[in-house]
Structures are given as C-alpha cells and as structure tokens.
C-alpha cells in the first residue's frame, strides 16, 4: 500500500515552460514534505521542502504548493530547463522522534531543448 | 567540504554470499540512514544509526544489518543473498539527530546472480 504516490512515471516539456510534477499522500500523520532530484549514477539532491502549516514554499524556480485537504502537493519549476531533465521524488515524513521519510516512486521528467 | 561516499560502487554477488557496503557521511554528522532502491521502486528506508547506536528501523527481514563506528562511518551487511536483493543501495547522513534533509551518497549497485 503506497502511502505516497506519483502517478506520472514520466513527463515531458518544453525548454522555457513550466513542469509541474504531482505527488499524492494518504497518511495524515505527514506533516513535512520534501522534493529530491535525481541523475543518473547520483544519489539524490535535495532540492525543496514545506512544512504542513504552510501552503506554498519557494526557492527560485523552484515551488511547492501543498494542499492538505487533498493530500496534495505538486512541484512547478519555471522556466524549465533542459539541465532540470531527471528523476523527481517526494517525499513525506511524520511529525515526532521517528521522522522516517516514505518516498514515492518517482518522476522523470525530460525538458527538450 | 566533502559529500558522502559509498564503496564499493558495483558489486556482483552470488546468491547464498553475503555482502557488506560502506558509508563516510558528510565530515560532522552523526546520522546515518540506508535505503534500497529497486526499478520502479521508491527508495525504501532500511536503518538510521545515530552515534553507533540504530534509531530505526524499516520493515527488511533479519538479513539486514548494520552498524555504525564512533566516527561516524556505517557499513550495511546483507547475508545469505537472494536474486531479489539486486538492487541500488543508498547512504544518507544529516547533521541533526532529527533532521529531514538528507544529503545522498551516489549508491552502490549491488547485482546477485
């Protein structure tokens, strides 16, 4: 049972426009989310997060808007860039000691020049 | 300063074999998470270890173990290795003993065949 989904394996976009990548939860204990990059033969970078007593974070091109109510956040990187071509995967941890992160499967993302 | 570090980079085993990986975090932190990452998969957390002592754990069976040493390093051991432990494994360290960002070794591919 995922508790957190991203269910588009991939997504393809066009240099200069916007990429918004999804992500879904269904544990309401998760109150910090995180957005990691991945390349090939990398470990994953970690790129942004939000806390749930916000509803939106951003740094650069970089934004994250989270919607509670549907246990919803989504990624928007504008412009995009053909060096922003990777995986992406959220990630949602709980609040208290055990903050172990639960990831989703990922999303590659490929920005066309 | 210098990122995390993982060897040995590839690694092919035998079915049956045990293995054991290793992990430098980041120079001053003190916590240390694995994970395994299979196609299609997210990355599944197996351990923490916060100075030399396990602080989580995740839902792997007893063949996987690890450890950490007072400065810091890890290692991960998996025994008796079946076809499906092929896999990338992936070391994480943070600063804080409860820190949600992660900063990501570039793995190590272990294939058992």
């Known amino acids: 049972d995922q508790q957190v989904k991203q269910n588009s394996p991939s997504l393809s976009v066009q240099e200069g426009r916007i990429s918004i990548l999804n992500c879904d939860y269904t544990?309401?204990?998760?109150?910090?989310f995180l957005w990691y990059k991945k390349y090939p033969a990398e470990g994953p970078t970690f790129l942004i997060s939000i806390s749930s007593i916000k509803d939106k974070n951003e740094d650069g091109r970089f934004t994250v808007f989270l919607n509670k109510s549907a246990k919803h956040l989504s990624l928007h990187i504008v412009p995009s860039q053909p060096g922003d071509s990777a995986v992406y995967f959220c990630?949602?941890?709980?609040?208290?000691?055990?903050?172990?992160?639960?990831f989703g499967r990922g999303t590659s993302l490929i920005v066309h020049p | 300063k210098a990122g995390v570090t993982q060897t040995p980079r590839y690694l092919i085993k035998t079915r049956g074999q045990q293995v054991t990986l290793s992990c430098s975090p980041i120079?001053?932190?003190?916590?240390v998470s694995w994970y395994q990452q299979t196609p299609g998969q997210g990355l599944q957390f197996l351990f923490e270890y916060f100075s030399e002592t396990q602080r989580n754990k995740g839902n792997f069976p007893g063949r996987f173990s690890g450890r950490q040493f007072s400065n810091s390093r890890s290692e991960m051991n998996v025994s008796t290795l079946e076809l499906g432990d092929s896999a990338l494994y992936l070391c994480?360290?943070?600063?804080?003993?409860?820190?949600?960002?992660?900063?990501f070794g570039p793995g190590t591919r272990l294939t058992v065949t």
């Open positions: 994480a360290s943070s600063a804080q003993q409860v820190s949600y960002e992660q900063y």
């Open positions: 990630a949602a941890s709980p609040s208290g000691g055990s903050y172990i992160p639960t």
């Open positions: 544990n309401s204990m998760f109150d910090y």
């Open positions: 120079s001053g932190h003190r916590s």
